[in-house]
């Protein structure tokens, strides 16, 4: 069977490692990044690129997205030299960002309309995952796109989940973030509680690993607070869009979900101080100041 040929719209912090995964594994790649700074690492890997979403679409089987939100994936997809404008029957889109599942379920209903097909497929697993090819990917759309996505899937991650029709991997991972804030909030508040009683918070992270407190945000997230190191990893201002992803869903659906509330306003106050830019673990930098520390 012949090779898709690939193409890859954003290149950041998630996109980039992933992009240069898909090239390691051999695959020919074209790509659109609006900065030239980003395209360099790509174009220095063998990557070929275009001056626009449309172009890359003009010659490409199956895209990659991987942008910030709702409105960059629409703009990217649908917009003035997007990749509506070139697209295909038959082709693939797979959106990589994380974005509200109505939004996915509108974006591919317009898309579909062009004989595109288009999985939401969010990922977790930060970008140590993106560099190591482990992501765990959460994956939405038609089966018979899932299959056809699958060998380049695979080259990227470990865990793939076909969840469901459209939308389906965008529901999952609001359910990972969810999981995932209400996790860092508690270990900023563990490692705040155990320096205010005088007590070496690195030791007790290393007791509570291997417990049922132990968990992967206890891990990496804890670390970084012990360290003081707030280097995104994932940008707290990504963060607050997850969260907003999730408050909206729960609205439109009336549901009570009083821990994401109560996490989301300690990233609204880690935003408010100007921390936007830092790593989502820096949500201790709110606890210790509501405490005086
Ligand atoms: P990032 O480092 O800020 O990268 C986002 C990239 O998208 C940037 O290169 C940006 O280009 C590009 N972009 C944004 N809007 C665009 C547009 N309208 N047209 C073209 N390019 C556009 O963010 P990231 O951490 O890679 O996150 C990407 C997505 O993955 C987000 O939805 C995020 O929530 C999700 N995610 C991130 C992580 C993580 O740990 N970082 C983990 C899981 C999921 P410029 O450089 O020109 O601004």
């Known amino acids: 069977m012949t090779q898709p040929v690939v193409g890859y ?10 992009a240069l995964n898909l090239i390691k594994a051999g695959y020919a790649l074209h790509v659109f990044a609006r900065r030239a700074a980003a395209l ?23 895209i990659f997205i991987n942008v910030s939100d709702t409105p960059d994936v629409e703009q990217v997809l649908l917009g003035s030299g997007g990749v509506i404008e070139a697209g295909k029957m038959e082709q693939i889109v797979v959106d990589m960002s994380t974005i509200a599942p109505i939004a996915a379920r509108n974006i591919a209903t317009k898309l579909a309309a062009r004989g ?6 969010p990922v977790s697993g930060g970008e140590a995952g993106a560099i190591a090819g482990t992501l765990s990917i959460m994956v939405g759309g038609k089966q018979t796109a899932f299959e056809r996505a699958l060998p380049l899937l695979q080259v990227l991650g470990k865990n ?14 609001a359910c990972n973030q969810i999981v995932v804030a209400g996790t860092i909030a508690a270990v900023a ?7 205010c009683n005088q007590v070496d918070a690195g030791k007790v992270r290393e007791a509570l690993m291997g417990g049922f407190a132990g968990s992967k945000i206890l891990e990496v997230h804890g670390k970084r607070m012990l360290d ?41 106050a880690l935003l408010g101080s ?20």
């Open 40 to 62: 360099e690492p790509l174009i220095a890997a063998g990557a070929v690129a275009y001056d626009s979403p449309k172009a890359v679409a003009a010659v490409a089987d199956i």
């Open 9 to 18: 719209i954003g290149l950041g912090i998630m996109g980039r490692p992933t």
């Open 228 to 268: 003081n190191d707030f280097k995104p990893g994932f940008k707290s201002r990504l963060h607050q869009k997850d969260m907003h992803i999730v408050l909206e869903t729960a609205r439109q659906l009336g549901l009570a979900l009083p821990i994401s509330s109560q996490t989301t306003q300690l990233i609204n």
């Open 160 to 173: 793939i989940v076909h969840v469901g029709d459209s939308g389906a991997g965008q529901v999952a991972k």
């Open 116 to 121: 595109i097909d288009l999985l939401d497929a």
């Open 189 to 195: 508040e563990a490692m705040t509680f155990a320096r």
């Open 274 to 293: 100007g921390d936007g830019e830092l790593d989502s673990s820096a949500m201790i930098k709110v606890i210790e100041r509501m405490s005086g520390q």
